[in-house]
């Protein structure tokens, strides 16, 4: 069974700084994805970033990047130059690749808050 | 614009009572999801179907069952609603297995109080 885990409940940054979500995951599968989904308060789920497990190169979109450490199995993600539209509830989640429906396996979450 | 979206966006129902969660999809896949929203809890899998008429207990199953007639539509039934079954229900719908596209999309969600 695959399980993800998310360590910091809350977190909070000052606007224009930089903050690191971590995450940690454990799984007996080679080739897998994970994510980093932010829910705002509006509760639609979006989806921040993904990345391939076969790829050694760590994703990046715009302001968001990720540190992924396949043989420690952690994941983190980083939000540079944070914006107050970043508040929100961050969930880090892990997918199997292969046959089989592709659902997707969540951590608890990080509510975290962008002060002005 | 790829769409899922949820009969409701609250819903407050009585004990005992049976309920229905609609979700309807327009991106004409396979696989639909359903997932319990809880704090400190995270996301967890109620139900899945990979086809019309197909379909597989997730990882907290019970109290619930799930409908899916038509491949757009899945439905989750509370047979009789219990005040612990008091949560946010997301349903959930990805593209067809394609390591290009993977992304699972969301609806909207509904929050269900039972009193």
């Known amino acids: 069974a695959q399980t993800v885990t998310q360590s910091q409940p809350e977190m909070s940054v000052q606007e224009a700084e930089t903050v690191t979500l971590s995450c940690t995951y454990d799984?007996?599968?080679?080739?897998?994805?994970l994510f980093w989904y932010k829910q705002p308060p509006s509760r639609q789920m979006i989806l921040v970033i993904r990345?391939?497990?076969?790829?050694?190169q760590n994703a990046t979109e715009n302001r968001f990047s990720v540190n992924f450490q396949k043989a420690a199995k952690s994941f983190s993600l980083k939000i540079s130059d944070s914006q107050l539209g970043d508040t929100a509830m961050y969930f880090c989640?892990?997918?199997?690749?292969?046959?089989?429906?592709?659902?997707?396996?969540f951590g608890t979450g990080t509510r975290l808050t962008v002060i002005p | 614009d790829v769409k899922v979206t949820q009969s409701s966006r609250y819903l407050v129902k009585r004990t005992g009572e049976k309920v229905f969660l609609e979700c309807v999809q327009d991106?004409?896949?396979?696989?639909m999801f359903w997932y319990r929203q809880d704090p400190g809890l995270g996301l967890r899998l109620i139900y899945f179907?990979?086809?019309?008429?197909?379909?597989e207990k997730g990882d907290i199953p019970e109290g619930y069952s799930v409908s899916r007639e038509k491949k757009e539509r899945f439905s989750l039934i509370l047979e009789s609603a219990s005040t612990n079954q008091t949560s946010m229900y997301l349903c959930?719908?990805?593209?067809?297995?394609?390591?290009?596209?993977?992304?699972?999309?969301f609806g909207p969600g509904t929050r269900l109080t039972v009193t």
């Open positions: 959930a719908s990805p593209p067809l297995r394609n390591p290009l596209n993977y992304e699972q999309y």
């Open positions: 799984t007996s599968e080679n080739n897998y994805y």
């Open positions: 989640a892990f997918m199997k690749h292969g046959p089989g429906a592709n659902n997707l396996f």
């Open positions: 991106m004409d896949h396979e696989n």
């Open positions: 990345q391939e497990a076969y790829k050694q």
């Open positions: 179907s990979y086809d019309v008429k197909m379909k």
